[in-house]
């Protein structure tokens, strides 16, 4: 059963921070809940913006309907926006955008640079420190969000995670991390609102590890091999595959591998 916790008892969200989330939506804390994007999904209706929370999730899932790997001391969250703009169009603008704000925020906090990882992974050192799961609901946007911050371990199976706390050797405050990362999203999302997505792009490109890697990209019922050559205007994937055809990839697994 999901427990809606009292501001009091959530020792990892409490003081200033916490009073401060408010002015983001609606604020939602739970322990343990199966996935936060699911919470988030069924207040749409409500037509407010929320900031669903969990300090665990039974069912955290990332793209494709893996497993997100949800134990106590990662943060997890998921933000219900109600944009203007139509969100089915700018859903993956919008996922770039909000990883920009993530790696932004991750990097000033911990001194090191944070990489991305198209389409919605957050990467420090070749290894995945978090993630993004960007999903449209009517007029709603719903932007989940799983970063690794002060994980001692992870399991064997999960040998491409890392958290902020390996790298660093620090603990993180979670609402302080949130909190900061709330106030880049809202910035970069009002230049985005008045300006192009275009303005970001140097910067979304110069974190991005993939760009003019060999790949591999497992696509709607086909895989293909070849090198990309860039991000468009929209934040799709140009790639040039091994046999000279140019490609626009807009949703896939991509894998960088080795040149031979
Ligand atoms: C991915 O790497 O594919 C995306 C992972 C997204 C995980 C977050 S954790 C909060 C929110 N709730 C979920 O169930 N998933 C997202």
Same mark, same amino acid.
């Given at each position: ?20 989330? *408010? ?30 929370? *969990? ?32 969100? @089915?169009? @700018? ?39 978090? =993630? ?63 300006? @192009? ?37 929209? =934040? ?25």
């Amino acid at each position: 059963m999901e427990k809606l916790l009292s501001t009091e008892r959530f020792t990892d969200f409490t003081g200033p921070n916490l009073s401060e989330l *408010a002015q983001f939506g609606k604020v939602y804390l739970f322990e343990t809940v199966s996935s936060t994007q699911d919470i988030a999904k069924k207040l749409v209706s409500k037509q407010e913006p929320a900031l669903v929370i *969990a300090l665990n999730q039974t069912k955290g899932r990332g793209r494709f309907l893996r497993r997100w790997h949800s134990v106590q001391g990662g943060l997890y969250f998921s933000y219900l926006l109600f944009p203007d703009f139509s969100v @089915k169009d @700018k859903t993956a603008q919008m996922t770039m955008l909000i990883s920009l704000a993530v790696a932004q925020t991750l990097e000033s906090l911990s001194g090191q640079k944070i990489d991305l990882r198209w389409p919605n992974d957050i990467m420090i050192s070749g290894k995945k420190l978090g =993630g993004l799961l960007c999903e449209a609901r009517q007029n709603a946007l719903i932007i989940g969000v799983g970063i690794n911050l002060n994980q001692p371990f992870f399991p064997a199976f999960l040998s491409d995670a890392t958290s902020l706390f390996i790298e660093t050797n620090q603990n993180y405050e979670l609402d302080k991390v949130l909190r900061l990362i709330l106030t880049r999203c809202t910035n970069l999302y009002q230049e985005f609102n008045t300006g @192009k997505f275009a303005q970001f792009l140097p910067e979304i490109k110069s974190r991005h590890i993939l760009l003019n890697q060999r790949v591999r990209a497992d696509l709607w019922l086909r895989r293909i091999e070849g090198n990309v050559l860039d991000l468009d205007d929209d =934040g799709r994937l140009l790639i040039r595959t091994d046999s000279g055809r140019l490609l626009t990839i807009t949703a896939g697994k991509v894998h960088r591998i080795k040149s031979v």
